[in-house]
């Protein structure tokens, strides 16, 4: 394998974004091949005895086995930790599979994690329910309100988890406080960054120690592939993350790294295009439901704050029409827009929370972090805006609004 610029931070580093989404994060193999190769190999072979045993004695640098390091999932991780501005990055098998790994690495029992109450369905079981019986204890929080986060710390605390914008209430948390609170305290704060992705949000920059996707939504961005990763400094992958990655093994397959690498190619114009749609969109519908949740729109309670932390506000907005039925039979009218409980792609889809992403929690921790009966997901796609407009615009004339 050639080492190309693409893999030189003494080169990339120069690079800006856009440069660095094309051309960071490129091996070239003897071939000298345009678009990245596959490598579809879980092992490796070796000219010498020596040779391997300097590799894995950590002296050598070289594949050894694919749980450990393959070259497709090195160039993912390489061009991910350039557009985040990361020192370092680590890809997994989904987004769980960061969340979780993200988490476990550094936790022990009788650690504390502080988390937000808005969160995916499956984070939020994480802290409800994984890290209980570990021994960590947890707090659940509003993450909207700065002095919860401030109120919450114990002695003992170790981790403030979030998301920002949340799915699928899309509050927003002010970075800069709560990570400059968390730096204060020796708090390492986890950022969940899959609803903005680093093309409209970079966590780091506002002090985050580690951003954690799920590269399923914005970044592959064509509904294919089942990817996650986690990025952060140096010392904390290669110190905290790799020797539980490595022994446990939420490895990604090389072939959805390679379909994510590709997608990353385009994600800044994407994320930048469906954002503008989305906000079309969302000022289309203001005026004709009860409410919208939309950090692009001064009805936002943090817009302001938004529009400081993002470069756009993102393809994913929610609003409320009062009851299950009527959210029902809006989705039902649908002709265009599909039924659909993931996010990110270019297809708009939109979708009913309460059950299906948030079904699998009580109606208590429902109602408290907003998700009612009445509320309806979407993600905007890149279609053109119009056809959306007319497609809502008859689904919700279907339905009384
Ligand atoms: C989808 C999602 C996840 C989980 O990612 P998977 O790739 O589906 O495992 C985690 N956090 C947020 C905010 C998500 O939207």
Redo the contacts with the bound molecule.
Sequence with gaps: MKKTTGMDRAVTRKWRPATRAVRGGTWRSEHGETSEALFLSSGYTYDDAQTVADRFAGEAEGMTYSRLQNPTVAMLEERIALLEGAEACRAQA???AA?TAALLCQLSAGDHVVGARAA?G??RWLLDHLCPRFGIEVSVIDSTENAAWEAAIRLNTKVFFF?TPA?PTLDVVDLAFVCGLARAHGITTVV?N??ATSALQRPLEFGADVVAY?A??LMDGQGRV???AVCGSAEFINDVLLPFQRNTGPNISPFNAWVVHKGLETLSLRAHKQSENALELGRFIEPRVPRILHPGLPSHPRHELALKQMDATGSIFAFDVGSRAKAFAILDALELVDISNN?GDSRSLMCHPASTTHAGMSEEARAEMGVTEGLLRINIGLEDPQDLIEDLDQALRSAGF
Excluded: P, Q, R, V
Aim: aromatic share 10%; hydrophobic share 40%; net charge negative.
């Design positions: 989904s987004g769980m969340m995916f499956s984070c998301e799915n969940d899959a609803f799920s399923t939504k089942l990817a996650g996010i």
